[in-house]
């Protein structure tokens, strides 16, 4: 939809709100109540009237509005009826009389619920350490829960600044986006918390959190403060996610070409918490066990988790947050770029952990529900907002990712991050599509990073690449054709622009090659006779490969000498899957698995005892 018509589009006029009216920025005071678990809102919200209206839609639902008034710097005055559509979660604002275009302020009053759903503007609880209970309060509001805190237009395209007050107990901390600009008694045990206004940005990205807290020091990065906050008596479980945070927010920086977008950084552990984390600007919030570990006593799967959910929330705050999908269906490329981001700054961080190399283990999770009849394409049609629910999932997140690193290593490092930077200048405090990405890229690249990303984006699956040699020994065959577990004759021809990475030994000599496989099949002469040859070379493609007998052979006389770990992987990974598609005979895997006696690394040897625990429970002895 444009942002400047009227009307919503034809078929999404019960999800999308008009654009008549724009709000730029948001005055909030609110009164929380922890003992009721009530609270009591006052808003101001500058407006820009596009287009004479007697009548205004916004969203809020869970809410009771006493009074809506909308009034402009020249005295002029209109009172509003008020209606809520609670099934369609608006606001109906009705004048008795016509409001011109315009520079506007609405005026709300309104009461509300502290839920006990973990998302809107909710209360967590938890026990102190002498067992006392003890009552937080707390935000999560992606994708459409902000409207239970404050009435508002709850859609990302609709970014406005924000600048909140909080009316809490003396006793209690205040924590929200932007740094604190006014903190006063107000002499009845009540204290007023003023927050500095906040970039322009969507609704799902604003927060607000009180209770009893703790906080890291500050320690600059970027310039900015980054601290890290818990409730009392966990104050030893804060300093890793210190370290991982001050890492990232100036590895990003450096990485995106843009400096840090807020003014503060902090990183809060909430004892309930629906997800591993979440992005809002300058106040994210977290799952304990996602940001707080005992350094001494906590395994490195547990210490990786940490790093890895710290890393991906930070990365938001660019990408994602500076920048922002226009509607629901971009949120794949958010969190599919986030945990490519993450997955840099943790290996940049811990080079030790080889992270890209353990990564490999999730693509190849994200590569099984993708060879099945049921998968689903990468970026898909929502209307109706929670049916991006369905996003948040392997395909999203591990697929997303692993295309993103496919087409990264492509290009080539700096020119891939040549274009990140061309966007998020381009398209800072904006809102984006997908294909604004690519075109970034492309312009970066000087390659056709539209056409080949929409082959893999929005059409389900992923190929099997088929390599074989012809009778002379130099002329390499690929093929291609989309892998599923369960073939069908009769099914649909799908090609995808595979970025395919070589390594091969040719006359003695090591080489390297990469071509964009666009067609079924493609024919590459070598300079002499092959010795052997590692397609997907690294070990980033996002596709399996099929070696004819030969080819296998040749690559297998030195698998340790030949292939790193991840590529290692890749080959026991992909001949099982083609085992098990029924493309590869068992007798040919049974053979290469006594070749890694010696293995070192768990994520092969993984796949090895999956696939021999499978074979045991299915074959007779």
């Not at 809520?84 to 608006?90: H, I």
């Not at 991840?566 to 085992?579: G, I, K, P, S, Y």
Request: net charge negative; hydrophobic share 40%.
């Amino acid at each position: 939809m444009s942002k400047n018509t009227a009307v919503a589009e034809p078929g999404t006029q019960n999800y999308r709100l008009p654009r008549t009216v724009v709000p730029g920025h948001y005055d909030i005071w609110l009164a929380p109540d922890l003992t009721n678990f009530k609270f009591e809102g006052v808003e101001v919200v500058h407006i820009d009237v596009r287009q004479p209206v007697k009548e205004m839609l916004l969203n809020a639902i869970e809410l009771e509005v006493q009074s809506a008034e909308i009034f402009n710097q020249q005295g002029t005055k209109y009172g509003a009826a008020i209606s809520l559509n609670e099934a369609d979660e608006r606001l109906e604002l009705k004048f008795e009389q016509e409001i011109p275009a315009g520079k506007w302020q609405l005026r709300i009053k309104f009461t509300g619920i502290l839920n006990d759903k973990l998302h809107g503007f909710y209360r967590s609880t938890y026990k102190d350490q002498q067992g006392n209970p003890k009552v937080i309060a707390t935000t999560q509001f992606e994708a459409t829960d902000a409207r239970r805190a404050f009435p508002c237009w709850d859609e990302p395209d609709f970014k406005a600044t924000y600048k909140v007050t909080l009316e809490i107990d003396e006793n209690l901390t205040a924590i929200s986006n932007s740094s604190i600009e006014n903190d006063k008694k107000l002499g009845n045990g009540k204290k007023e918390v003023s927050f500095k206004a906040t970039m322009k940005m969507s609704t799902y990205l604003v927060a607000f959190v009180i209770g009893e807290f703790e906080a890291t020091d500050p320690v600059m990065a970027d310039g900015k403060p980054v601290r890290v906050w818990a409730v009392p008596g966990k104050g030893d479980l804060r300093k890793f996610a210190e370290g991982i945070a001050v890492h990232s927010l100036t590895f990003f920086a450096k990485y995106y070409g843009v400096p840090y977008p807020g003014d503060k950084l902090d990183l809060i552990a909430i004892p309930d918490f629906a997800f591993g984390a979440m992005e809002n600007l300058g106040c994210v919030t977290f799952r304990e066990t996602a940001l707080l570990v005992d350094q001494k006593n906590s395994s490195h799967a547990e210490q990786e988790r940490v790093a890895d959910v710290v890393a991906h929330e930070i990365a938001h705050m660019w990408f994602g947050d500076l920048t922002t999908m226009s509607w629901w269906n971009g949120i794949w490329l958010n969190e599919a770029f986030a945990t490519f981001a993450e997955m840099m700054a943790v290996n940049a961080w811990k080079p030790e952990w080889r992270r890209w190399d353990t990564f490999g283990a999730s693509r190849a999770a994200a590569l099984i529900v993708d060879g099945l009849k049921s998968t689903r394409p990468i970026e898909y049609e929502v209307r109706k907002p929670e049916e991006m629910n369905g996003m948040f999932d392997v395909l999203t997140y591990e697929k997303g990712a692993s295309v993103l690193r496919q087409l990264e290593q492509y290009l080539e490092e700096p020119v891939f991050q040549k274009g990140i930077s061309i966007y998020l200048d381009r398209h800072q405090f904006a809102n984006t599509e997908t294909s604004d990405l690519w075109a970034a890229l492309e312009e970066a690249s000087k390659q056709p990073v539209v056409e080949l990303m929409d082959s893999w984006i929005f059409h389900p699956g992923h190929p099997m690449i088929s390599v074989e040699v012809d009778a002379s020994g130099k002329n390499l065959k690929l093929s291609q054709e989309r892998f599923y577990y369960l073939p069908e004759a009769g099914q649909k021809k799908q090609l995808f622009h595979v970025p395919i990475m070589l390594r091969a030994k040719v006359g003695g000599k090591t080489i390297t090659k990469k071509l964009l496989l666009k067609d079924a099949t493609a024919t590459i002469e070598m300079p002499e006779k092959i010795d052997w040859l590692v397609v997907n070379e690294g070990g980033h493609g996002f596709y399996r490969t099929r070696y004819s007998g030969d080819l296998q052979s040749k690559l297998t006389a030195d698998v340790f000498g030949i292939l790193s770990p991840v590529e290692r992987f890749n080959l026991v990974n992909d001949t099982w899957a083609a085992v098990v598609s029924g493309n590869t005979p068992l007798s040919q895997y049974l053979q290469l698995l006594p070749l890694f006696a010696q293995e070192t690394d768990k994520n092969v040897w993984s796949v090895i005892t999956g696939s021999l625990s499978y074979l045991d429970r299915v074959l007779p002895e």
